[in-house]
């Protein structure tokens, strides 16, 4: 098994999966047409249950160990959400206006902006940034934390790096199985990611 082999896919809920997180036992997906969080079973591919997007354009999606956390292009803003209820509990301004990547590493938020090339390390309490750097390629379109690594996702190279969070320097890579990039998930031992162009959401091999 090597790292970017596909192990398994499964249909997404709806045809433009967006953003994608992983809460210890479950995957979370947004989906930008239906503008619905989806909640799936990852053994089977299983839709659970769902709520509405507080946002008018869902995107990536993280997890902080007891909360949902959603980024939004369209309003600039980060959604922090109760999963079982789907209520927002509070939200605050993104760095930049074309926020698309998100994920949490146990401390800090971290989002990816194509539009700046940037990806930002966020403090959730304040929203504050508190450092940034280059994003590994022209349009990250997904980020995930694999309890030391950052990974990101690319939607113009088609390609998934490992990226060092503290230097931002990628320390390796490998093709993306997806048509069209999107969301990144870890469960702690395999990637996971969204792909609209084909509708489906991919586990994939990290070595």
């Known amino acids: 098994m090597a790292g970017g082999d596909v192990l398994r896919s499964f249909a997404s809920p709806e045809a433009s999966p967006a953003g994608l997180t992983f ?42 160990g007891k909360y949902l956390w959603h980024v939004d292009p369209t309003l600039d803003q980060f959604y922090q959400m109760d999963p079982f209820t789907g209520a927002v509990l509070r939200n605050f301004v993104t760095p930049s206006t074309t926020p698309i990547g998100l994920t949490f590493d146990g401390k800090y938020l971290w989002n990816a902006d194509p539009g ?15 450092r ?7 349009e990250t379109a997904g980020l995930t934390f694999d309890g030391k690594y ?12 490992q990226v060092d969070p503290f230097t931002g320097a990628v320390l390796r890579s490998f093709a993306s199985p997806a048509l069209s990039p999107r969301g990144m998930a870890f469960d702690g031992k395999y990637l996971w990611h ?14």
């Open 23 to 64: 809460d210890g036992k479950y995957l979370w997906n947004t989906d930008i047409d239906s503008d619905l969080i989806y909640q799936i079973d990852p053994e089977t591919g299983a839709v659970l249950r769902s709520f509405a997007s507080p946002s008018l354009s869902p995107r990536d999606m993280a997890f902080d």
């Open 116 to 130: 700046t090339n940037l990806i930002y390390q966020i403090d959730p309490e304040t929203g504050a940034v508190l």
């Open 132 to 138: 940034s750097f280059a994003s590994p390629g022209p």
């Open 194 to 207: 969204a792909d609209p162009g084909n509708d489906l959401i991919y586990q994939i091999a990290v070595a």
């Open 150 to 161: 950052l990974w990101s996702v690319d939607a113009v190279d088609i390609l998934i790096c």
